[in-house]
């Protein structure tokens, strides 16, 4: 009970932490969202509706997959196989011919490195490496979302729609009959939260006084500051801070809320 009360929420309150922290630093995708949250509640519907609103929350949804895939919170994945294997390994970028085997016995640990996964150029784009939440969108009226190798149902839908790639490219709550028990849990949880801070205020980080003071505009210090909450946001890591990412220097990162 204790593993599960833990892990669903400190991976989901962490990851809260890094969206609002990124969105913090990028006010145009928080209009983004703003304006889809600002629709559905325009359509009428009963906030407290899960059925009606959450599948209609399609940037929020696409902010948590943008988020896990950079600041996943739990990177090691480790299986033990259970019987004997060989795998085919590719060797060459160019020739995908070119493979060799390795043998695998039964009761080997074997250890995912996701974040190569995660932050491949040949998975993702050139772009991998940036928060791009909308890679997971697809316009209405096209069929290409925002990586090279997912090819979705006939074009033709009238919204938005939101994808998440195979398995193989995001496995955020991993796989298999192991895969995480609060998968749904997290993003509704996700979700809510998303829906109800944003659809009220706007969020934006509070510059030092001495870039105040530097700057001498309010305007050129919070955008100052945008520059400082990134980089606090690219150092965070493993490191001291446990098992799970965290922002490793949270004492820096002061937000303030502004009511819409």
């Not at 069929?143 to 790639?165: F, H, I, S």
């Not at 796989?175 to 998968?183: A, E, Q, T, Y």
Request: hydrophobic share 40%; glycine share 6%.
């Amino acid at each position: 009970m204790f593993v599960m009360s833990f892990a669903g929420h400190d991976t989901t309150a962490s990851s809260l932490a890094f969206t609002v922290s990124m969105l913090a630093t990028r006010p145009e995708y928080q209009r983004w969202i703003q304006e889809e949250i600002d629709g559905v509640l325009a359509s009428g519907v009963d906030r407290a509706d899960y059925k009606s609103i959450f599948p209609k929350l399609k940037r929020c949804q696409a902010l948590l997959f943008e988020t896990l895939r950079l600041y996943h919170p739990a990177l090691l994945v480790t299986r033990q196989t259970a019987v004997d294997n060989q795998l085919q390994v590719v060797l060459s970028k160019t020739d995908a011919k070119e493979k060799t085997a390795i043998q695998v016995p039964a009761g080997t640990l074997v250890h995912a490195n996701l974040h190569a996964t995660y932050l491949s150029p040949e998975l993702w784009g050139p772009d991998c490496e940036e928060w791009k939440p909308e890679r997971f969108i697809i316009p209405a009226g096209t069929d290409k979302p925002g990586w090279p190798e997912y090819r979705p149902e006939p074009a033709g839908q009238t919204a938005e729609k939101l994808v998440a790639p195979p398995l193989a490219l995001s496995s955020f709550w991993s796989m298999g009959p192991r895969i995480c028990l609060g998968m749904k849990f997290s993003q509704v949880e996700f979700t809510v939260a998303m829906f109800t801070a944003f659809s009220q205020a706007s969020v934006e980080p509070v510059p030092r006084p001495e870039v105040v003071a530097k700057t001498g505009s309010a305007e050129a210090a919070v955008q100052e500051a945008r520059g400082e909450l990134k980089g606090v946001l690219d150092r965070s890591g493993f490191g001291t801070t446990g098992p799970l990412l965290h922002i490793t220097e949270p004492e820096k990162i002061v937000l303030r809320w502004h009511r819409r």
